[in-house]
């Protein structure tokens, strides 16, 4: 059975569908996922296993800095290094900047988390297609356009499956002609690896109450650019990152630049999602330090190749939720074991996909992964660097100077600081000085967030139900217009949200959601202060297609 009509989704007339069966389904192809599978087929090829992937080609979806540590990767799979992905650069120097809106300061020494001597750039997208036929070639099989829905149910509540969503809806709910009811996966183990902000994981966190033991989760936003430059600008393996303008210092962001190989360079900028000011805007922050004199000069002459936007879980130790539950476990991001200092995920995911193999290879249940995940070394790593993220509520300095004491001390600390949601922290306009936001006029692409989506080479068929569920749509003309003034028009890195005018509306005006335009970065699931955004799965196949992010 499915879940109970609780869900954001519109419920259709029950249909006939198709049923697959497997000892384990996993939801996503990132590393995660794609890690898990591996390790499990690599324990017992007997065991049958899918895993389903909501974008239309493995890696399109993906998208991250990325440096990646190689020691879990190594584990894996141990000859990786003499057929590596296709986009891997080893670090040769790494630099720490703190900037001004005219220079900067270079420190002489990288903070202790950020040394990045033996590990790789990669593309992360790219690395995910290039272990998808490694986990095919051990029978794993992979769908990729399958977008899970729901999860299913028995009646006593324990997840036996996912289903997919129906292809050829229209907006208004109808079945157009091509019409396909989407298919019930069945498995012993359903495992979520679905990266920041799963959809299905936010639902399942509520129903089994995972997080009744910790913190609320804390979320990021990423944006960046793949550009190609001129020849002699690039210096394959260099690493920089930076604190600083154009954040002012309440603001949690920083920026991170990666020279990779055939005169590319992949660049982006992370914003907290805890920020307080109402005006902000994640996305002119991101363009605003490209025009930086430190940065713009390696990009004038370039050309955007790619480009694209995601949320990033830094909540750390503290809001780890309960990862198990009847019938069901969490791995990577999903689960939030991304190390925010080091501002790396990914070796994190892969060695939680090891672990779940590992735990399910004998049993199949879930039952007790989440003890083997708190005694582990991915654990262990998150707890010496809990307060460090935390810190930084307090403003920059405060935040750096708690950062400095946290890594002397290896997080021996005897408190650990708490974790508040990001939806919270807005302040409401007028409430607090407006920073000063001290920009420089904008010279290099893109010009605006349209843009951007662009590059993003996103694409949904506009006649399908909007995937962006707004509770009431009536606050956001009237009381959101007063408080906080839209944020949602501000931080969605995509456009999607407008306000227009329409005499025909109450108010004169109403929320024009642009779902088609969405790159599913799940900022607005996150950020909005009333909590009336839900983010649930388009069609299948549908969103971003991200070329090496």
């Known amino acids: 059975m499915s879940e109970p009509n609780d869900q954001p989704r519109d419920s259709a007339p029950e249909t006939e569908r198709d049923v697959m069966e497997y000892d384990v389904v996993t939801v996503g192809a990132g590393p995660a996922g794609l890690s898990f599978a591996i390790r499990l087929k690599q324990l017992n090829p007997e065991l049958s296993v899918c895993v389903i992937e909501k974008s239309s080609t493995i890696g399109a979806h ?6 990646i540590e190689p020691e879990p990767l190594d584990a894996l799979l141990p000859g990786w290094r003499d057929n590596p992905p296709p986009i891997c650069v080893p670090v040769t120097e790494d630099e720490f900047w703190y900037l001004t809106r005219t220079g ?17 750039i990669v593309s992360l997208g790219a690395m995910c297609a290039w272990l998808a036929p490694q986990a095919e070639a051990l029978g ?6 399958f977008s899970a829905a729901e999860t299913l149910h028995d009646d ?3 997840v036996i499956g996912v289903r997919i969503g ?25 495992v979520l690896a679905e990266g920041a902000r799963g959809h299905l994981t936010k639902r399942l966190v509520k129903r089994f109450d995972l997080d009744r033991d910790s913190d609320p989760q804390a ?12 020849a002699g600008r690039v210096s394959p393996g260099k690493v920089v990152h930076s604190l600083g303008w154009p954040a002012d210092t309440r603001t949690y962001g920083g920026s991170f630049l990666y020279h990779l190989d055939g005169d590319r360079i992949a660049l982006g900028y992370v914003s907290g999602l805890d920020y307080s000011d109402p005006e902000y805007k994640p996305w002119e922050a991101f363009q605003q330090w490209k025009n930086h004199p430190t940065v713009a000069p390696l990009l004038e002459g370039g050309n ?29 991001d999903t689960a939030g074991l991304l190390n925010v200092p080091k501002i790396k995920g990914t070796h994190q995911a892969i060695r939680s996909g090891m672990l779940a193999a590992g735990h399910l290879v004998d049993s199949l249940s879930a039952e007790g992964f989440d003890a083997k995940l708190r005694a582990s070394d991915a654990m262990a790593e998150l707890r010496k660097v809990r307060n460090i993220k935390p810190g930084f509520k307090k403003g920059l300095w405060f935040g750096l100077a708690n950062a400095g004491w946290e890594t002397v001390t290896a997080g021996l600390s005897p408190w650990t600081l708490k974790v508040t949601p990001d939806w919270s922290s807005l302040h409401k ?10 920009y420089v006029q904008r010279t290099l692409p893109p010009r605006d967030r349209l843009a951007g989506v662009y590059f993003a080479a996103t694409e949904h068929d506009e006649d399908q139900p909007v995937h962006l569920k707004v509770a009431d749509t009536d606050l956001c003309v009237t009381r959101c217009v007063e408080e906080y003034g839209n944020p949602c028009t501000r931080f969605c890195p995509a456009a999607v949200y407008e306000i227009v005018e329409d005499a025909a509306s109450e108010h004169g005006k109403r929320l024009q959601i642009n779902a088609a335009n969405c790159v599913h970065c799940k900022t607005c699931d996150i950020k909005d202060p009333y909590e009336i955004i839900t983010w649930v799965t388009p069609e299948g196949g549908a969103g971003p297609n991200y070329q090496n992010l």
């Open 62 to 67: 993906i998208l991250s800095g990325a440096v």
């Open 104 to 120: 900067g300061y270079k420190s002489p020494i990288v903070p202790p988390g950020m040394h990045n001597k033996g590990n790789f």
């Open 140 to 145: 794993v099989e992979i769908y990729p356009g």
């Open 156 to 158: 006593s509540g324990t």
């Open 166 to 190: 129906d292809m050829g809806v229209a907006k208004d709910g109808s079945h157009k002609p091509g019409y396909t009811a989407g298919i019930d996966i069945h498995a012993k183990v359903t």
């Open 219 to 230: 979320y990021s936003i990423g944006i960046k650019e793949l550009w190609q430059v001129p």
């Open 304 to 332: 955007i190749l790619s480009a694209g936007a995601r949320a990033i879980v830094t909540g750390g130790w503290q809001s780890l939720p309960k990862v198990e539950m009847p019938g069901a476990l969490l791995i990577g």
């Open 429 to 438: 306009l007028g409430q607090q000085e407006e920073p000063k936001r001290d």
